[in-house]
């Protein structure tokens, strides 16, 4: 399976060379995520820092909307780079996909640039359509939402014109055209305006934890089935089955399991228990493909093309099931969220989630690519870096996880369970020591994930640059 990533003798797709371009955009916008995440955090220590000159709220703005842009870059890129390879052709429409890419790069940093200087003034229509749409975690403006809603248009057009012209409907690709169409239409329900608050909050759930839960979930088991296929030679099978497994529960579970956010915005209460039991099912397909395929491949040795990327994986589906369903289950039940809703368990969720799910994803995908478009193709793949890295990502993701459910504790105990949820409970829990102590502990996280970061930027450049440890098979053109 190692040589399906390339055509014989003639170098990269033109589709695969996109994809490189869409892997060095995401890892730039991820560090600009950790960059301005590090930032808030200090903020959190120091609020007089930068006072006057970049706000908290700006920089929790720009870490957030980097996480969700580089992330989503980094999955359409596997796409771009696997695509060819599941059809045996180059990507229909590739030129077409070079256009909106620019334009979507533009874009991002048109998007950037206001919300580091254009953040003050009053809101209207026109600042709603130019500057800042006002919701949290999707303060895009309207045109950059039009300019997405585009971008997956296109991205559906590129996957569906080339199963068309290959005449080769598999399985995997039956699922992520599914997939797609759901991706764009789902995206679509922010771009929704209503004087009805639950609706507009209702609405905006879809887009915030819907569009990311179901969506994005099931197009990271196309990713990673395409994955083990080139890292162990897992059956074609095996993980169609377990995909059609995921599909099933994330969107037969994730439409009930986005409930147990429906009850705080003045839905019935009934969505509190639906949505706290099956909110936790979602992860397991994943879990299961991965675990599978290891077995099957009898990858206990870990006999993988490519040591880094195998890893990675494995990281995303254990990250997956705990970060997504662990973290979540234990403050989704019903008797815990009544107190533990909006605290910063929440946070301990989300940057485990995310780092599980998505990040492990988008960094398999990344060594894969860079080990077939390096000088020299080396099998299986190995350096001298990539461990430390991966070691100090996971040290500092699960401190820094430890470190918001800590304080989500002390928020759900002293603020809400032993002080009533008065504004009182809210300063009582804010300045307890076990709060302000965490704050220092947070940073010293970001920090070590920031050197994890750096260290990955010199591994992948390193093997790029053909200094990498395994045997030589072939050089790349």
Do not use: C
């Not at 060379?17 to 060095?24: E, G, M, N, R």
């Not at 809603?149 to 699922?175: C, D, E, K, P, Q």
């Not at 920031?450 to 045997?471: E, M, P």
């Amino acid at each position: 399976m190692a040589s399906i990533a390339m055509k014989k003798g003639e170098g990269l797709y033109e589709s695969q060379k996109l994809a490189l371009a869409y892997f060095a955009v995401a890892l730039i916008l991820f560090g600009a995520q950790l960059l301005f995440g590090l930032l808030a955090a200090y903020q959190y220590i120091d609020p007089n820092f930068l006072f006057g000159k970049l706000s908290f709220m700006t920089n929790r703005t720009v870490h957030v909307n980097a996480m969700i842009v580089w992330l989503l870059v980094g999955l359409m890129g596997g796409v771009y780079w696997f695509l060819p390879i599941e059809t045996g052709r180059e990507v229909v429409g590739i030129r077409l996909a070079k256009w909106i890419w620019w334009i979507i790069v533009a874009g991002v940093g048109v998007v950037v640039l206001v919300y580091l200087f254009v953040q003050v003034g009053p809101g209207t229509a026109t600042t709603l359509w130019f500057i800042n749409e006002g919701r949290e975690y999707i303060e895009a403006p309207r045109w950059a939402d039009l300019a997405i809603i585009a971008w997956v248009a296109v991205f559906l057009y590129n996957v569906v014109a080339t199963t068309l012209a290959s005449r080769r409907v598999t399985g995997l690709l039956g699922v992520l055209i599914f997939d797609l169409v759901a991706l764009g239409a789902l995206y679509s329900a922010g771009v929704h305006y209503t004087v009805n608050v639950t609706m507009d909050q209702y609405l905006w759930w879809w887009v915030v934890h819907l569009w990311v839960e179901a969506t994005w979930e099931v197009l990271v088991g196309v990713l990673m089935a395409w994955s083990l296929m080139y890292l162990l030679g897992t059956p074609r099978k095996l993980v169609e089955t377990w995909l059609y497994l995921e599909v099933a529960l994330v969107f037969g579970t994730g439409i009930l399991g986005l409930g147990h956010h429906y009850f705080w915005i003045g839905t019935p209460e009934y969505w509190i228990g639906l949505g706290g039991f099956f909110s936790a099912l979602e992860p397991l397909p994943l879990v299961a493909m991965v675990v599978h395929a290891v077995y099957d491949a009898g990858a206990h040795r870990l006999h993988a093309v490519n040591r880094p990327a195998f890893f990675w994986a494995i990281l995303q589906a254990f990250g997956n099931f705990i970060g997504a369903g662990v973290w979540g289950f234990m403050q989704t039940l019903p008797q815990i969220n009544l107190y533990s809703h909006g605290t910063q368990l929440a946070a301990a969720h989300g940057h485990l989630a995310f780092f599980g799910a998505y990040v492990g994803t988008v960094l398999t995908l990344v060594y894969i690519a860079v080990q077939n478009a390096a000088k020299v193709v080396r099998i299986p793949l190995d350096t001298r870096s990539w461990s430390w890295s991966y070691a100090l990502f996971i040290l500092g993701i699960f401190g820094l996880a430890g470190s918001f459910t800590i304080s989500g504790f002390v928020q759900t105990m002293v603020e809400r369970a032993e002080l009533g949820s008065t504004w009182a409970a809210f300063i009582a829990s804010y300045t307890h020591p076990w709060y302000t102590n965490t704050l220092v502990w947070r940073f010293f996280f970001g920090l070590m994930i920031f050197a994890a970061y750096l260290i990955l930027v010199y591994d992948l450049l390193s093997i790029y640059a053909g200094r990498a440890l395994g045997k030589e098979v072939r050089r790349a053109q």
